[in-house]
């Protein structure tokens, strides 16, 4: 058995201080949550997380969060459902109320070639969102993996529809959109781990109203048992209300010690 102790060393997230995790982010990283290493015996995977703190120095703290994946796969057929939530309230004061929950089905056309459809509802009062409504279909392709499969790129194109609700007057808004992305896994020596995927969703009438997002993660070895990691996130969504921040980014560092 392996036992994992993580040290947070920085987690910092700019552009007005908002509270970093994939519910604030605009678009939601399905590359980061694919389950890999399946087999084909065992068809249902995931997990669920559920965690609340309740405290008082002056005010009343209450936090909830909340994340959920499980994943069915079958013959050529994959299904894939989402679920995050977080709640932060002190005093009678909403600091952070935001959401998500999405669904996804991959159908294996041939070996390096994968139909996608998805749907997605989402809300984020932090970004004024107050319901964001989503579905789409698209194509992903391995455009390279080699002999260990250690290393491997995807890109992906899809068309999506949204329907958008936003908070403080902002109004309700309709959009087509492009969601085009690239993601890899680059291993360049023993024990070293690059990961990446970018996301571009623009609007099909409009370019200058797009969605940007980047997530890197590396994972590399300090000795036998120590190992350090720093993920780093980016996100830009240009179809927000105006009061809301249009930027943000979080970057995270850790070490992680095993016992064994």
């Known amino acids: 058995m392996k036992i994992f102790y993580t040290i947070s060393l920085v987690a910092s997230t700019l552009a007005a201080c908002l509270p970093a995790g994939p519910s604030l982010a605009q678009i939601v990283n399905i590359e980061e949550r694919r389950i890999t290493g399946t087999n084909d015996s065992t068809h249902w995977y995931g997990h669920l997380n559920l965690a609340a703190n309740l405290s008082k120095v002056k005010d009343q703290i209450l936090q909830f969060s909340a994340t959920g994946q499980v994943q069915y796969k079958k013959d050529r057929s994959l299904f894939l459902l989402l679920l995050d939530g977080k709640f932060l309230r002190a005093g009678e004061q909403d600091f952070n109320r935001a959401g998500f929950a999405h669904l996804r089905y991959n159908y294996k056309i041939s070996d390096p070639l994968v139909l996608e459809a998805f749907a997605q509802a989402q809300y ?3 970004l004024l969102i107050e319901l964001r409504l989503l579905a789409g279909a698209g194509l992903r392709y391995r455009l390279f993996k080699d002999k260990s499969g250690g290393n491997r790129i995807y890109a992906g194109m899809a068309y999506l529809y949204e329907r958008n609700r936003f908070l403080e007057g902002g109004g309700e808004t309709g959009w087509h959109r492009l969601s085009n992305y690239i993601s890899f896994t680059f291993r360049p020596w023993q024990g070293v781990k690059l990961v990446n995927t970018t996301y571009y969703q623009p609007q099909l009438l409009d370019l200058a109203n797009y969605r940007f997002s980047t997530e890197w993660r590396l994972d590399m070895p300090l000795g036998k048992r120590l190992s350090f990691t720093t993920d780093f996130t980016y996100s830009i969504d240009r179809s927000l209300p105006i ?11 850790g070490l992680t010690f095993r016992l064994n």
């Open 124 to 126: 984020n009062k932090l």
């Open 243 to 253: 009061d809301a921040p249009a930027s943000t980014y979080a970057w995270l560092n």
